[in-house]
């Protein structure tokens, strides 16, 4: 069985909203991260990864999101062998200015540009990776 994992590469005036996750985390803690969050059991519904999604990033950091476009997915284990599949949307930043709203969740936030991401020290190989996909296909849509 898999934990599904939804994540926004929030794209505004050139650069990236990230997250340092919460030192209370589970995985990943203290590290460079887009905002998102697993899927709820609801039996039958659609459209529950961009629901999902919507939802984990305004109870993070308090904004809106619209224009999901699918990056790509990927599954890892985490440290306590809990198997995850985690799917990347590219979003544009609707309203809102986001903060830390969930402390337990995010340490803290700030916009980014890909070049920053690609040599920050806590960011993870896998982060590195989606950034540039989200980057590449941003580029192909709105032709920048």
């Known amino acids: 069985m898999f934990v599904v994992n939804v994540e926004g590469a929030i794209h505004r005036d050139g650069k990236w909203l990230m997250i340092t ?8 803690a203290g590290c460079l ?7 709820d059991l609801e039996g039958v519904s659609s459209d529950i990864l961009e629901r999902t999604l919507k939802r984990e990033i305004y109870e993070e950091v308090g904004i809106e999101v ?21 799917i990347v949307f590219l979003c544009q930043h609707f309203t809102g200015e986001p903060y830390a709203k ?11 540009t890909t070049e920053e991401i690609l040599i920050h020290k806590d960011a993870p190989s896998y982060l590195k990776e989606n950034i540039t996909l989200a980057a590449n296909k941003f580029t192909l849509i709105r032709g920048v």
Do not use: L, P, Q
């Open 21 to 28: 996750r919460s030192e209370k985390e589970e995985h990943a």
């Open 33 to 39: 991260s887009m905002v998102g969050g697993k899927c």
């Open 66 to 86: 619209e224009d999901f476009t699918y990056v790509n997915s990927s599954s890892f284990v985490t440290d306590k062998e809990t198997h995850v599949i985690d």
């Open 102 to 112: 969930s402390t337990e969740e995010v340490g803290e936030v700030m916009w980014m």
